[in-house]
T-cell receptor, first 116, second 115 residues
Framework: AQSVAQPEDQVNVAEGNPLTVKCTYS??????LFWYVQYPNRGLQFLLK??????LVKGSYGFEAEFNKSQTSFHLKKPSALVSDSALYFC??????????????FGAGTRLFVKA | KAGVTQTPRYLIKTRGQQVTLSCSPI?????VSWYQQTPGQGLQFLFE???????NKGNFPGRFSGRQFSNSRSEMNVSTLELGDSALYLC??????????????FGPGTRLTVL
């Protein structure tokens, strides 16, 4: 069965500092991994995805994520945090063919607070 | 191009009632997925529709049902509402069904409160 874990409920970082939001996954076959962000009273916005290829994926708003197959991790990173990055971040996984379908499984979410 | 729209945005119902939520995908998108978001359970997949057919289903009781119309618009129905059904219901559309290369675009959600 597919699963996603975001071990931190909340991450606090000062503006201008680098940020990391952690995600680990479990899936049969090749993982398809995603990061989404949710602002208050809004739906989810897509940030980036890993399908195959380079382990470092670049996405929207200066975010990037590093895929590590041996550690089954897909941590979200940004070199310099902005106050406007404060939001709820979700890691998600979809299994590949033969794993029971393409439904997307989301992590519990990590709330990011960036302090000015 | 207009985004995913969901109606209504807010809804208050009482236990035992039934409710229908609507989702209009981005023009040209043929796949619609539904998710339930609660503080306790997080985001949980309900079902996915493509070309009027249910392609995938999550682990929800039969009180939760959905359908998709020929214009790709989708409705979700919850019968015999329970207090625990209070949640933000999110709809997402994508060009094709499933597949990792198909990005999902989410609507703003419908906030359902069951009293």
């Amino acid at each position: 069965a597919q699963s996603v874990a975001q071990p931190e409920d909340q991450v606090n970082v000062a503006e201008g500092n680098p940020l990391t939001v952690k995600c680990t996954y479990s899936v049969s076959g090749n993982p398809y991994l995603f990061w989404y962000v949710q602002y208050p009273n809004r739906g989810l916005q897509f940030l980036l995805k890993y399908i195959t290829g380079d382990n470092l994926v670049k996405g929207s708003y200066g975010f990037e994520a590093e895929f590590n197959k041996s550690q089954t991790s897909f941590h979200l990173k940004k070199p310099s945090a902005l106050v406007s990055d404060s939001a709820l971040y979700f890691c998600a996984v979809r299994g590949g063919r033969g794993t029971g379908g393409f439904k997307t499984i989301f992590g519990a979410g990590t709330r990011l607070f960036v302090k000015a | 191009k207009a985004g995913v729209t969901q109606t209504p945005r807010y809804l208050i119902k009482t236990r035992g009632q039934q409710v229908t939520l609507s989702c209009s995908p981005i023009s040209g998108h043929r796949s619609v997925s539904w998710y339930q978001q609660t503080p306790g359970q997080g985001l949980q997949f309900l079902f996915e529709y493509f070309s009027e057919t249910q392609r995938n289903k999550g682990n929800f009781p039969g009180r939760f049902s959905g359908r998709q119309f020929s214009n790709s618009r989708s409705e979700m129905n919850v019968s015999t509402l329970e207090l625990g059904d209070s949640a933000l219901y999110l709809c997402a559309s994508s060009l094709q069904a499933g597949g990792p290369r198909n990005e999902q675009f989410f609507g703003p959600g419908t906030r359902l409160t069951v009293l």
